[in-house]
């Protein structure tokens, strides 16, 4: 549905050139739900506004349902941009029109008969759960209910993929939660390919397919959803993982102990035989459980414990961490 190809942006300032997208090769398909994460200034935002031309390439090609569309401009610019629905962290409403209007602006824009504005307004509305809000002013409703009313607009147009910067950031848990809703819902009845940036790692657990990794312009990973949550491979997932579930965790905690470490575990319950069998065979070495927890990504679990190690003889250390990564998937994990 999308594939970018030897994709790269960079500005250029008064002397200096900044690649903000470097080289980046990567596929999704279509009727995906592909995020993509990363620190701050990783690109993020300007890779995926590649995709409507929002932002031009530099070099390489963006394909859309197989046509390269880097050069487009005029009426197939237009196209391309009807065909494609975008939503941000500030909602972009029009707050002295009501939440019909906002919706129905979009189809105007693309020069709907009317007959169909009063159908079809309605329906997304339906879609979205608003069902009740048509009357009512962009002021007077909840964050999510916002968001809900700017995916309801993104929709407007039949768009074959909906991209969303940051599309939750500026919401609480609960709102948070109930925009995920709606979107997993929109995406069990209309088949959409959806592009999602975001820094929430609780977002990305429970919506993804599939996750890329950003750093510093380039892609460092691309996984289905458990496989990086379960066992991350470069050290930006690592670190983006790690922070996530220090937040469990007072600082005062992390910062008294000094060798700490995160196991994760693919199964239920079997963290049980791997801590038994620890102080069983390491005689010198005493494993603390700080903190540990289930959770389910793509409706599977996975288990984490993060652990100190407190040890009478270095070398025995050595073996105990060899002995988890036999058995577990473990990382170190720095206080900061
Ligand atoms: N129009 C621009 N001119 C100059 N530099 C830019 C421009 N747009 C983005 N950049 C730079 O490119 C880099 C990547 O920016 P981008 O907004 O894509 O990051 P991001 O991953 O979306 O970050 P965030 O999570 O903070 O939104 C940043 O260093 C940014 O300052
Ligand atoms: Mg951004």
Same mark, same amino acid.
């Given at each position: 549905?999308?594939?970018?190809?030897?994709?790269?942006?960079?500005?250029?300032?008064?002397?200096?050139?900044?690649?903000?997208?470097?080289?980046?090769?990567?596929?999704?398909?279509?009727?995906?739900?592909?995020?993509?994460?990363?620190?701050?200034?990783?690109?993020?935002?300007?890779?995926?506004?590649?995709?409507?031309?929002?932002?031009?390439?530099?070099?390489?090609?963006?394909?859309?349902?197989?046509?390269?569309?880097?050069?487009?401009?005029?009426?197939?610019?237009?196209?391309?941009?009807?065909?494609?629905?975008?939503?941000?962290?500030?909602?972009?409403?029009?707050?002295? !029109? #009501?939440?019909?209007?906002?919706? *129905?602006? /979009? =189809?105007?824009? +693309?020069?709907?008969?009317?007959?169909?504005?009063? $159908?079809?307004?309605?329906?997304?509305?339906?879609?979205?759960?608003?069902?009740?809000?048509?009357?009512?002013?962009?002021?007077?409703?909840?964050?999510?209910?916002?968001?809900?009313?700017?995916?309801?607009?993104?929709?407007?147009?039949?768009?074959?993929?909906?991209?969303?910067?940051?599309?939750?950031?500026?919401?609480?848990?609960?709102?948070?939660?109930?925009?995920?809703?709606?979107?997993?819902?929109?995406?069990?009845?209309?088949?959409?390919?959806?592009?999602?940036?975001?820094?929430?790692?609780?977002?990305?657990?429970?919506?993804?397919?599939?996750?890329?990794?950003?750093?510093?312009?380039?892609?460092?990973?691309?996984?289905?959803?458990?496989?990086?949550? !379960? #066992?991350?491979?470069?050290?930006? *997932?690592? /670190? =983006?993982?790690? +922070?996530?579930?220090?937040?469990?965790?007072?600082? $005062?905690?992390?910062?008294?102990?000094?060798?700490?470490?995160?196991?994760?575990?693919?199964?239920?319950?079997?963290?049980?035989?791997?801590?038994?069998?620890?102080?069983?065979?390491?005689?010198?070495?005493?494993?603390?459980?700080?903190?540990?927890?289930?959770?389910?990504?793509?409706?599977?679990?996975?288990?984490?414990?993060?652990?100190?190690?407190?040890?009478?003889?270095?070398?025995?250390?050595?073996?105990?961490?060899?002995?988890?990564?036999?058995?577990?998937?473990?990382?170190?994990?720095?206080?900061?």
């Amino acid at each position: 549905m999308i594939r970018f190809e030897n994709l790269s942006v960079k500005f250029s300032h008064t002397d200096a050139e900044y690649t903000a997208v470097d080289r980046v090769n990567l596929t999704i398909n279509k009727g995906e739900f592909f995020g993509i994460v990363g620190a701050s200034g990783a690109g993020k935002s300007t890779l995926v506004r590649t995709v409507n031309l929002l932002q031009k390439p530099t070099s390489g090609n963006v394909y859309i349902n197989g046509e390269n569309i880097v050069n487009y401009s005029g009426q197939k610019l237009r196209n391309l941009r009807l065909n494609i629905g975008m939503i941000f962290q500030h909602f972009n409403l029009i707050s002295n !029109a #009501t939440v019909y209007d906002n919706i *129905a602006f /979009a =189809l105007k824009a +693309s020069s709907t008969p009317v007959k169909e504005i009063q $159908k079809r307004v309605p329906e997304l509305l339906e879609l979205v759960g608003l069902a009740d809000k048509a009357e009512l002013f962009p002021p007077s409703l909840s964050g999510g209910q916002k968001q809900r009313v700017a995916i309801a607009r993104a929709l407007a147009n039949n768009p074959q993929i909906l991209l969303c910067d940051e599309a939750t950031s500026a919401l609480d848990p609960d709102n948070t939660k109930e925009v995920i809703q709606t979107l997993r819902n929109i995406k069990n009845h209309y088949p959409i390919t959806i592009l999602f940036i975001t820094h929430q790692m609780e977002v990305a657990k429970s919506l993804f397919d599939r996750i890329a990794v950003m750093e510093k312009g380039r892609l460092v990973e691309v996984a289905p959803s458990y496989t990086l949550f !379960a #066992t991350p491979q470069s050290e930006a *997932a690592k /670190a =983006l993982i790690s +922070s996530d579930y220090k937040k469990a965790v007072p600082k $005062k905690v992390l910062e008294q102990e000094k060798d700490l470490y995160m196991i994760t575990y693919k199964e239920e319950g079997a963290f049980d035989p791997v801590i038994s069998d620890v102080s069983r065979k390491f005689l010198n070495t005493d494993l603390s459980i700080i903190e540990g927890n289930i959770e389910y990504v793509q409706d599977k679990p996975i288990g984490r414990l993060l652990i100190s190690l407190r040890t009478r003889d270095e070398k025995e250390k050595e073996s105990v961490i060899s002995y988890l990564h036999r058995k577990t998937f473990i990382s170190r994990l720095d206080a900061e």
